[in-house]
């Protein structure tokens, strides 16, 4: 189904809203935004269109309207929404694996091993060990 001029009107409203929303994104005109919507999208399929005017209405970095013009590129894998971009200082990486302390794998398999129940596989621990144990405690705490 391709998309008509209603739909133009529609995804004028929708983009500038999104813009509104999209934290650290300009507003865009009306006027202009559809003036590029209905110049480049009309006549083309309505789910494509949407979608152009969806991915470029929530990028931060799409400056003017005009950018609906463009293909939108996603950002690669490596580029993770919520890491920062820019090389970690030492006091915000994990000391095990140099990711961001905090949101690294290694905090996660942390999290995960303290979730996970004992092991009932386990054989209980000998009486002689556990009274050994109590001992033990017991002279750290007098002295």
Same mark, same amino acid.
């Given at each position: ?6 739909? !133009?009107?529609?995804? *004028?409203?929708? !983009? ?41 209405? *929530?990028?931060?970095?799409?400056? *003017? ?19 920062? #971009? ?41 009486? #002689?060990? *556990? ?6 405690? #017991?002279?750290? #705490?007098?002295?």
């Amino acid at each position: 189904m391709p998309a008509n001029d209603q739909d !133009a009107r529609a995804l *004028t409203y929708l !983009a500038r809203r999104l813009r509104s929303e999209t934290r650290g994104a300009r507003e865009w005109d009306e006027t202009g935004t559809y003036a590029v919507i209905k110049a480049e999208l009309v006549g083309l399929n309505l789910a494509h269109a949407m979608e152009q005017v969806l991915c470029h209405a *929530t990028d931060a970095e799409a400056k *003017t309207p005009g950018a609906i013009r463009r293909n939108f590129t996603p950002p690669k894998p490596s580029e993770k929404p919520g890491e920062p #971009s820019r090389a970690l200082r030492r006091s915000e990486q994990c000391v095990r694996c140099g990711g961001l302390a905090g949101a690294c794998a290694c905090t996660r398999e942390h999290m995960a091993a303290d979730d996970d129940p004992p092991s009932p596989d386990l054989p209980p621990a000998p009486p #002689s060990l *556990t009274a050994r144990l109590a001992r033990i405690g #017991s002279k750290e #705490s007098d002295a």
